[in-house]
Each structure stands twice: as structure tokens, then as C-alpha cells.
């Protein structure tokens, strides 16, 4: 059977663009579909760059009838979903998994949440990361819908990753990674940063992600005006493997995102063995509950989250994320998440 992945902006890499890449690896290596992948390029979609998000439809539209016999459509925003159309229409089936929350745009305004819900009902079956999705969302109830897992990376799930310069330290390490923006928690990060600063805790930290110039210049002047030159590093996005070494280099994860409804940086942290922190929402409050960490309230998330940081345990916590990790690897082994696909994609 011949699938096609759709979705995804390799320009604006992030969690979608992590978890597509995966799947496509993991399938092609460990499964009996035969997968391709095809962006959509509709992230963070703007007029100018509405183009690509034409180009990638007619793209689609002149490869459909390359054999595929499902598409396997990543839903993260309402212009994702004229590719679903355009597959209806070539008479193909279209699984959906949706990647947005209830706190995005298009679930937000009536007006749009009405529409998506229409057009979602042209789905032929929904493959959602987590029963959270199912209550945020109200995915129309005339689909099916079936459960899967998401993709680790694999050098974490053969558990080879290891460690470095953790143990025994008594500065605090944090890290912050994704597409950087104010809705991500980027800025909230800084503002966590500076009140540690402020109460003389030791501490280091990463921000890490991709984001447009405008607002790689904020942060850098947020980084400035707190005076955090010695104690942030900004980097740009990195490769799989490198920014999974930063993470396992990690203490805290800091993650105060407003949008993610199933965020797969936590889960990537914990499988690192980092901690999480993260604002409180119905994804990441259900990942702390299985595994470890904390959330916050988006109300008081800067001071909630330093008051975490300065009264945790720091050997304690290292223990809690190291056990919680075994957990995560067992749960999100490659060959299990790949029969889930599998079985739900190839069943009617």
C-alpha cells in the first residue's frame, strides 16, 4: 500500500515538520506501507506567503494519481484543509491527524471553527496523537477515528543517547526549543530567565528554534535589556541529533506555549530525561501527569515557574526525569508506533 504524508513547512521547521520527517523514516524502515512525503507549507501562512501554499496544492494535484492509496493529511491550521478537499476529489482516502488546539485561530473564532468542522467532515477517518485532541478539538462525530503515537527520534529510542554534564552540577540548566514566538513561550522564557537572575540563582540557558528576523532582533534586545548576555545562548534551529544533545545536557525544560495541544518538544524532553515546565494545557498537563513535571498557570506562569525552579531539589529532580524517561522510550518505541499507523491507515 502507497501513502502519501501531506503537511508540513521545511522552511519553518518545528514539531510537525520533526514528527513527518520521522514517520516517513520510520515506516519506510520498520513498516510494510510504502510512505512519500509531501509539505504543505501552510505554517504560519501570511499573504506573502501564500504562494507556496498554491505551488504545494498544485503540486499535489498534478502527483496524485502516482499510485498513492491513502493520504495521511497533518492538520495544523484551516488552509491544510483545501488539501483535503483536493484528495476527496482526486477519490482518495484521507486519514487526518490533527496537530492544532483549542487556543489556535481556527478553533478559537466561531466563524472559522464552524467552517473546519464542515470540512473536516469530508475526512475519511481522524488519527489523533491523544484523547486531549478529541475534547479541545470536537472533531465531527460522523468519522472514525482511531489512536496512534508519535515519533521520537531514533537515536533517542535505541537509547543511546547520553548525558553530559548534568550530574553533579549545581547550576541549573535550562533549555527552551521550537519555533520561537511570543505564543510559544519564547519571550515568556526570557522574562523566566530575568527573574532568576534577579534572585542570584545560578543558572544556564538555551533557546533554540527557527523564527523570522523580526523576531530574532526582540529577542536579542529582550536579552540585552535583562542583561542575560553570560547566561542565554540564542541558536538557531538544529538538526535532530544536535538539539537532542542539548537536550540531554538539560535540567529544565521551559516550555510556557499558549498553542500546543499534544507538544512533542515535552515529550522529546522527557525521553531525554529533562523536566518540564510547561503553561497549563490539556496536552501537557496529561504528558506531566504520566511522566513527570510540572504546569503552570498561564496567569502567573513567569512567577510560578521561578518559584518551581528555585524550590526544586535539583538531584531529586534529575531522578525523576531519568525514571520518567525509561517510561517515555518503552511507550514510544518506533515498532510500536509504526503498527498503530499501520493499522489505522490500512482498516476502513
Known amino acids: ?47 506573502g506567503t501564500a504562494p507556496k501554499v498554491w505551488r ?40 487526518v491527524t490533527p496537530h492544532l488546539g483549542a487556543n489556535w ?15 473536516l467532515g469530508f475526512s475519511s477517518k481522524f488519527a489523533y496523537l491523544s484523547e486531549i485532541q478529541l475534547q479541545e478539538l470536537a472533531l465531527p462525530t460522523s468519522v472514525p477515528r482511531c489512536r496512534i503515537h508519535t515519533f521520537l527520534p531514533r537515536s ?9 554534564g548534568r550530574a553533579g552540577s549545581r547550576d541549573v540548566k535550562l533549555i527552551h526549543a521550537g519555533r520561537l514566538s511570543q ?7 526570557l522574562d523566566v530567565c530575568a527573574a532568576m537572575k534577579q534572585r542570584n540563582v545560578a543558572f544556564s540557558a538555551e533557546v533554540i528554534g527557527g523564527c523570522d528576523n523580526e523576531t530574532r532582533i526582540a529577542l536579542n534586545e529582550r536579552i540585552a535589556k535583562y542583561g542575560l548576555d553570560e547566561n542565554v545562548t540564542l541558536f538557531p534551529a538544529m538538526e535532530e541529533e544536535a538539539l537532542m544533545k542539548k537536550l540531554a545536557a538539560a535540567d529544565f525544560l521551559v516550555h510556557l506555549s499558549v498553542l500546543d495541544s499534544f507538544p512533542l518538544i515535552v515529550l522529546e524532553a522527557l525521553a531525554a530525561g529533562v523536566y518540564p515546565i510547561c503553561i497549563d494545557l490539556p496536552g501537557a498537563r496529561k504528558m506531566t501527569q504520566d511522566y513527570c513535571g510540572r504546569v503552570v498557570s498561564q496567569k502567573n506562569a513567569v512567577q510560578a515557574t521561578v518559584d518551581i525552579l528555585c524550590q526544586h531539589d535539583l538531584e531529586v529532580t534529575r531522578g525523576e526525569a531519568n525514571t520518567a524517561r525509561n517510561k517515555v522510550l518503552n511507550d514510544y518505541d518506533w515498532s510500536t508506533c509504526v503498527r498503530m499507523l499501520e493499522n489505522c491507515i490500512e482498516q476502513d
Not at 498513492?68 to 484551516?78: D, E, G, H, M
Not at 505564543?183 to 522564557?189: C, H, I, P, S, Y
Open 1 to 47: 500500500m502507497k501513502v502519501l504524508i501531506l503537511g508540513g513547512t521545511p522552511a519553518r521547521p518545528g514539531g510537525v515538520e520533526a514528527f513527518c520527517n520521522r514517520a516517513h523514516d520510520a515506516v519506510n524502515l520498520e513498516g510494510r506501507l510504502q510512505i512519500d512525503w509531501l509539505p504543505t507549507n501552510t505554517a504560519y501562512l501570511r499573504p
Open 105 to 119: 485561530k481556527s478553533t478559537r473564532i466561531a466563524a472559522l471553527r464552524a467552517l473546519s468542522r464542515f470540512l
Open 56 to 95: 504545494s496544492l498544485l503540486t499535489f494535484w498534478r502527483r496524485h494519481n502516482e499510485g498513492w492509496s491513502a493520504v495521511w493529511l497533518q492538520y495544523v491550521n484551516l488552509a491544510d484543509l483545501a488539501f483535503l478537499l483536493a484528495a476527496r476529489a482526486a477519490g482518495l482516502k484521507v486519514v
Open 183 to 189: 505564543e510559544k513561550g519564547t519571550f515568556l522564557f
Open 156 to 164: 533517542i529510542g535505541t537509547r543511546g543517547l547520553v548525558v553530559e
